[in-house]
């Protein structure tokens, strides 16, 4: 079965600090990949998805992550922070091209 | 275009009680999802449809959860006898089809189980 890790239930930055949130993956089959954002109160929100191709995907709102199969990551970044960036961020990986599997996310603060 | 909606937003319950989910999917969507997310279990997938049918209900707890669906469009979660480890936020999302299409998730229900 696929499974994903989040390293850190919590990180700090300050705005306009890089972003860094960790997930690595475990799976027996090229994997699809995916960070959503969730806002408070909100439904989950789509930054970006790997599924073939470049390595190195761009997503909304300034975020991008790396497909790194010898690393089994696909960590999300950021290069400056905004304030608006505060919320809850969850890695999946696509199970049999069907169910998403979620790690337990991490919950970004931004401070001024 | 209209995104997934789902009804009703706050639902508080007594345990015991029967609670129905509605899910409406983005038109002209054929998957639809149904995941639960909790404090302690965090975002579990509960169920999967493909149309009016579900190939995946591997997720579901025990049986007095169950779903349907009816025309290829909105879709019910049905939680009989409620539990207070019920209590959760209920989450719909639907895609264009089966595969590595994103998914787009809906609001949730917030189910709480008195």
């Known amino acids: 079965a696929q499974s994903v890790t989040q390293l850190g239930s919590h990180v700090s930055v300050s705005e306009g600090a890089l972003v860094l949130l960790r997930c690595n993956y475990s799976?027996?089959?090229?994997?699809?990949l995916f960070w959503y954002v969730q806002y408070p109160n909100q439904g989950l929100q789509l930054l970006l998805k790997y599924t073939t191709g470049a390595t190195l995907v761009k997503g909304i709102n300034g975020f991008e992550a790396e497909f790194k199969k010898s690393e089994t990551s696909f960590h999300l970044t950021k290069p400056s922070a905004h304030m608006s960036d505060a919320a809850e961020y969850f890695c999946a990986v696509s199970e049999g091209f069907q169910k998403l599997v979620f790690g337990t996310g991490t919950r970004l603060l931004v401070s001024p | 275009g209209a995104g997934v909606s789902q009804s009703p937003s706050n639902k508080v319950t007594e345990k015991g009680k029967d609670v129905e989910l509605r899910c409406d999917p983005i038109s002209g969507h054929t998957a639809l999802y149904w995941y639960r997310q909790s404090l302690g279990q965090g975002l579990e997938f509960l169920i999967y449809?493909?149309?009016?049918?579900?190939?995946?209900k591997s997720g579901l707890p025990s049986d007095r959860f169950s779903a349907e669906r009816t025309g290829g469009s909105v879709s019910t979660l049905t939680i009989q006898r409620t539990q207070q480890e019920d209590s959760a936020v209920y989450l719909c999302?639907?895609?264009?089809?089966?595969?590595?299409?994103?998914?787009?998730f809906g609001p949730g229900t917030r189910l709480t189980v008195t």
């Open positions: 449809f493909q149309g009016n049918s579900a190939p995946d």
């Open positions: 799976s027996s089959v090229p994997p699809y």
């Open positions: 999302a639907s895609s264009r089809a089966r595969g590595f299409y994103e998914q787009y």
